[in-house]
């Protein structure tokens, strides 16, 4: 029991704004997410942290049995022109030419490849919706996947690309439940509602059945899910999928988001920054200049400073030729 108990509070850690939360005030919680129990359960994406610490308090270890469902992932590298002759369609920004991708995009993608469960830290402007289509069909052979993000916006879009590229694709939030796809995109919200009825008993699909066939998760901005949510879905869920694949253009700052992302995916073991993609032109360099207004108003609270910066008529007639002026100028 002491052993565990190390290695429980190595892998424990303490959330800022615990002190605001009812459970810590009455002394019931002391703040910190644990992510080994007294129990001895954990997660396999930790073991380099456990097997060092029993090490440390001189416990031989013997074997290591591994009971998780194996499945044998050979991945060839791939090219730029992995797409072959496929074009892009009419009404793209790049209607009629080849999909050709960029040096950076095949550089993530083989990573990916020689990683299958990790998340790599990629800016956004990189193009990661074609780096995900180019995944799942390089998946294809080890059955179904899954495309998690953020929020509708990006079903669509992630949709609009695969379609592009031939994929067999369907979507899964709101009022389009689209089944018996390839390859699904859906919304972490949509899978954590899904999994919260089928606990209720009131829905006729089980998560169960919505996620049947599925080896391959890709989640793209992980930072904005839920930590909590997600790593409930990917460690019991989808806790046999063996590709597992997390894209975000920010890691987490706070420790127990990592780990909760860490354990759920796996390391960090890429990162292209917005710096790398200004520089080989792909994203725009930009100035920032600082317009600083004299608002000399003291105001007593945040509403009330809301309401002049929103109604002030002067200061939007202001903010106003400003922005007629730039648009004009094109700076």
Known sequence: VGIRRKISNALKFEIPYARYMPQYKLGRWDGKIAFFSIGGTGYVNHLDTIINILHKNAVEIVNIDDKRHQIELNFDKITKDFWGNTCWPKGHIAEGQKIVLRDYQVEVINSFLK???????????????????????????????????????????????????????????????????THTICTWQSLNILNKKNINGTTALSLAEFLEGVNT?????????????????????????????????????????????????????????????????????CHVNIVQLIDTQVHRTYQEELKYLVTNQDRINYIGKMITSIKESGN
């Open 217 to 285: 998760i890709i989640v793209d901005e992980v930072h904005q899910a839920k930590a909590e949510i997600l790593k409930n879905l990917l460690t019991r869920n989808l806790r046999n999928a063996p590709i597992r694949w997390g894209l975000t253009g920010t890691i987490p700052k706070e420790k127990f988001e990592f780990e909760a992302i860490h354990a759920s995916l796996g390391p960090v073991i890429g990162n292209i920054s917005a710096k790398e993609l200004q520089d080989k032109g792909i994203l725009s360099n």
């Open 115 to 181: 990683n299958p469960q990790s998340l790599q830290e990629v800016a956004t402007g990189a193009g990661k919706t074609i780096v995900t289509a180019t995944l799942s069909k390089l998946t294809e052979p080890y059955g179904r996947s899954i495309v998690v993000v953020p929020n509708k916006n990006l079903v669509t879009q992630t949709e609009e690309d695969y379609i592009n590229c031939g994929l067999d694709v369907g979507v899964y939030f709101g009022d389009r439940k689209e089944l018996g796809k």
